[in-house]
């Protein structure tokens, strides 16, 4: 009997899996904000982070080919496509920005995480080596961190109740409710 990865092999759906699997919303039907995660959390994944690897001191990204790379990466469900920029929101719409690589990499990070509870998300807690093993070793030191704290505020704060991921609510994220990657808010 051969074993066959997820989906099985030789094409075909055996285990009839849908074409899309988008991520369900947070437990109270709340949604992280995309306009944030554009300008403010995906620039963390292509930034490189020092980091000390088998005793050795490293710079890596997340999104290298070695770590969650989509195409490349060996780094579990979590992919990322690297060097994304942001989508002008004004004049992309709801289908536009949903098959774009960038949303793509949204619904990876959204994935790793626990909607309004940065503490339970294997987003925060794997590169801080929180109880969980990570195969990149530990990328932050600890919790002060800005790229952590930042990606903190994102998911401490989703969209209100009823209101999808592109709301204009997210921009209250921002300082200032100006949009762009000079004004990310983080947790203090």
Request: proline share 7%; net charge negative.
């Amino acid at each position: 009997m051969a074993l066959c990865a997820c989906g099985g092999a030789g094409g075909g759906n055996p285990l009839n899996n849908p074409p899309l699997v988008g991520n369900s919303a947070g437990a109270a039907g709340q949604r992280l904000s995309f306009t944030f995660f554009q300008y403010c959390v995906n620039p963390i994944f292509d930034t490189p982070h020092s980091i000390t690897l088998n005793g050795v001191p490293t710079e890596n990204t997340c999104s290298s080919a070695g770590c969650h790379a989509s195409a490349t990466g060996r780094g579990g469900a979590f992919r990322v496509i690297a060097g994304l920029q942001p989508l002008d929101l004004s004049t992309s719409t709801t289908a536009q920005i949903r098959t774009s690589e960038i949303y793509q990499n949204f619904l990876s990070a959204q994935g790793e995480t626990v909607v309004g509870n940065y503490a339970q998300s294997l987003l925060v807690n794997k590169p801080l080596v929180r109880n969980l093993l990570h195969g990149g070793g530990q990328i932050f030191i600890d919790d002060t961190d800005p790229n952590i704290r930042t990606i903190e505020y994102w998911i401490a704060n989703p969209m209100p109740a009823g209101q999808d991921e592109f709301s204009p609510a997210g921009n209250n994220l921002f300082v200032n409710a100006t949009p762009n990657a000079s004004n990310c808010n983080s947790l203090p």
